[in-house]
């Protein structure tokens, strides 16, 4: 029997994407020979191509809000053929066009936005159940099962770029490395204040060196934490696989529920991860070797990108020292 060609289009969000390996190892679990593709953004196509499931990243050259319908026509048009299957992790319109177009044969996805054509493989969870981020995806290949740790996202490491980034930013490796996360693309109400992260960073001794990853919007941010000595701000001085390489050598990373959270879980490093707004009994951090804080105060989870009552509780009242107790 020949292997499958299948095509899995994720949300495109780092921690979407880091997610959805789940879904990769999965498929790969029954049928070792699947041939699997991934349907990404450029920023994302070296991050595919750190997970050894994947065959390879298909490019769509769109922004994230572009429909980019003549972008999405020709590039269905040259994978036609080439797929039996798609799996689409979005809800959205757009995102079930390529393979629609492409006319792959089964189009697996969720219910959403009247895509009954575009979508002829029809997968329904229940508002909590599709919450489970990491669940639904491992649930949209053959039938529901609960999320076993065999399907935990696990990143490769580039050696030649990992030595690169160590000489280029002066990372000395005699002492403990520690990544602080201080942003999140989602919004304030997932991120612990600044304040704290200085508090932290204060009660680290000099056995430590911490690097601050970010994007560019997230500089100033790194800024304000960095000391000039045992921290070093590397916001938007790194690319999503620098900070896959970055993460394998560090021993924890303490992060808000963010992108770069998930990928920190899938390096091997200790997640040492804040909640506020969102739930931990739903995107959680997917590695045994983790510590969560989360304070579950009577207002959250909300889901609400800033706090709606002004006070961010669920954020505020978790404290350096408690999260200092992790490093352990």
């Known amino acids: 029997m020949s292997s499958q060609r299948i095509l899995i289009v994720p949300q495109n969000w780092l921690g979407d994407i880091v997610m959805s390996q789940t879904l990769l190892k999965k498929i790969k679990s029954e049928d070792i020979k699947a041939k699997i593709d991934v349907l990404v953004e450029p920023a994302f196509k070296e991050l595919i191509e750190r997970m050894p499931e994947a065959n390879q990243p298909i490019v769509l050259d769109c922004k994230h809000k572009e429909l980019g319908l003549m972008k999405r026509f020709n590039l269905a048009k040259k994978i036609r053929g080439s797929y039996d299957q798609s799996i689409v992790l979005s809800r959205s319109l757009k995102s079930a066009l390529i393979p629609y177009l492409a006319k792959i044969p089964i189009r697996t996805g969720e219910r959403g936005e009247s895509r009954y054509i575009l979508i002829n493989d029809l997968k329904s969870f229940s508002k909590e159940d599709r919450r489970k981020t990491a669940y639904r995806y491992v649930s949209m290949f053959s039938e529901k099962e609960e999320l076993d740790e065999k399907y935990y996202p696990s990143l490769e490491t580039n050696t030649k770029n990992l030595e690169a980034l160590i000489s280029k930013h002066v990372i000395n490796l005699d002492k403990k490395i520690v990544i602080f996360a201080p942003g999140a693309a989602f919004g304030p109400s997932k991120m612990w204040p600044i304040d704290k992260f200085k508090e932290l960073l204060e009660k680290l001794d000099q ?122």
């Open 207 to 328: 056995k430590y060196k911490i690097l601050i990853l970010g994007s560019k919007s997230e500089i100033n941010l790194g800024d304000q934490i960095a000391d000039g000595k045992n921290a070093i701000n590397l916001c938007g001085k790194t690319s999503i696989q620098d900070a896959v390489d970055l993460m394998h050598i560090s021993e924890f990373c303490v992060s808000n529920d963010s992108g770069l959270m998930h990928l920190a879980s899938a390096t091997g490093t200790k997640s040492i991860s804040i909640y506020g707004a969102t739930s931990p009994d739903l995107t959680p951090p997917l590695t045994t070797n983790k510590e969560i804080h989360y304070r579950r105060v009577s207002c959250s989870p909300c889901f609400e990108k800033k706090c709606k009552y002004g006070h961010y509780n669920c954020l505020v009242e978790i404290q350096a020292d408690d999260v200092f107790k992790s490093f352990k």
